[in-house]
């Protein structure tokens, strides 16, 4: 291979001794470096070599497979930390997302981890579908030869807690898997359950896997680099701006917020989503402790720490959701049938409705039962941060970052109840600090190739990512169209971002704007009505290469959305049913069909 004439002649040699037998992952680490190194020289700072550690050589080594699937990001994180680990001891390990493991390579597997989160009531997450799928089909192979452990991440609120994952599980012993541990099912407190799944399994991994005594500089990984500010490490943000952006006799309280990042180093890009530690409500303790005749100075030690009652209950547990393990400890106080009957499948209809419907006040109050503040605090489900999809462009609003924001409300026999992080947010005034983080979703990004067309489908809040979607477009006067959907209930009081998406429109920035304002006719109009109106135009922009985009509410707005993509492919492609689907499934596959649901 000649080398380029930009590289000087004394170093030519160098780099042949260098390169000469090396495998083709040390190349690609070496790329990396150099690209690394140009980057901090272009950038004024000198760039050192990133920190790598050893792993074991192929031919000598059994291999580990992590897959995971993640809808927001924590099975992604929980998945990469358990890679680290084994990588850590000199272990063969490669980490692959779902939707980018060739399945193929299944019947050969030896050993194989699988960390899935769960999507809605018991559903996979969407860059898992396929992969399910043919779990689940008659392609799937025997697998002797394989020994498997799975790790869910769900909802104890939802009624199928880990679905997936506990399917998953089933279906690989079913097809002659080894199961190495029982199945991890891990509710919003991850690391409960998360971190000694993970010590069962590296125990596992180091009996299972062959280690080199000498690591080899030849097949390096390098270790990703440690954020300063993190999930268990917040930084703390001033609230700039809490601005109602729904008019006068809506229905809705819907909020655009403007975060201060100056001094945090965070960075974001379109698509991300902004974690949020809430502080539960001072009203909504009072009334729990109140109930259950507790008091609030009361302290009590757990692992460690020592906090008052009160302020367990405030900043570190859930009180706005109710668990199936915290109904069943209360059951057992309360000596309740009833309450024990809707926690036998006969009775998933009626616990399916009083998880979306009540919470634990009503609970406590529904039930009379005693309870002590350690026994209490024990069975409570740890308060976790709450995740919103980023609506800014770091390239435009540079150190802050926004979102739009639905105050969660109603009522119970006369009584306000809410979401605990939108109730937080909302009543946050200008000036005070909330504890942040930023969460990666790189499975909703924008093109690489900014010349291709986007379409956009995000009704009501949903619409945030698009908003940092259109503002990083025009900063990058990208080449390719935008195409919005956009629904809510009615126009002169729900039209979030009007005057925005006026602005854009006429400076040629938003270049098509389909809106579905359900109530403002007899007959209800949502966002897949106005796509079914447009079906030719639709399939003419994503035959041509167009990326689309859905955010919002999975339950019904994201299944309608995704019924009629197949219809349309049905009605302009001519396509049957089952290839539709398969149209669709490639356009994921590609990275060109991206959700963003919960």
Known sequence: MLAPSYLPESKHTLITELTDGLESSALSWLSGYFAGVAHGRQSGRVAAAPPVIAV???ETARRLTIVFGSQTGNAKRVAEALSERV??????VR?????????????????LYIVMSTQGDGDPPD??????????SRRAPKLPQLKYAVLGLGDSSYPDFCGISQRIDARLAELGAERLQEAGAADLDIETVALPWQDGALGHARKALLQTQAASAANVTPLRPKASVTREQPFHAELLLNQPITGRGSDKDIRHLEISLEGSALHYKPGDALGVWPTQSEAL???VLAVLALDGNEEVELGGTRRTLGDWLRGHRELTQITRPFLAAHAERAGSDALNALLQPSGAQALRELLESRQLIDVLRAWPATWTAEALLKSLRPLTPRMYSIASSQSVVEEEVHL????????VDGEDRWGATSHFLSNLVEGEKLPIFVEENTRFRLPDDDARDIIMIGPGTGVAPFRAFVQERAAAQAAGRNWLFFGNPHFSTDFLYQTEWQHALHDGHLHRLDLAFSRDQTEKVYVQHRMMERA???FAWIEGG?????CGDATRMAKDVHQALLQIAIQEGRMDDGRARAWLDDLAAQGRYARDVY
């Open 56 to 58: 074991a050589e192929p």
């Open 87 to 92: 990588a850590v001891e000199g272990l063969n």
């Open 95 to 111: 980490l692959v997302r779902a939707d980018r493991y060739a399945t193929r390579e299944l019947k050969d597997e030896q050993l």
């Open 127 to 136: 860059d898992s579908i396929a992969f399910v799928e043919f779990l689940n």
């Open 285 to 287: 303790v009072e009334r």
């Open 404 to 411: 739009t924001l639905a105050h969660v409300g109603f009522e």
């Open 536 to 538: 030719a135009d639709l």
């Open 546 to 550: 167009a990326h689309l985009y859905v």
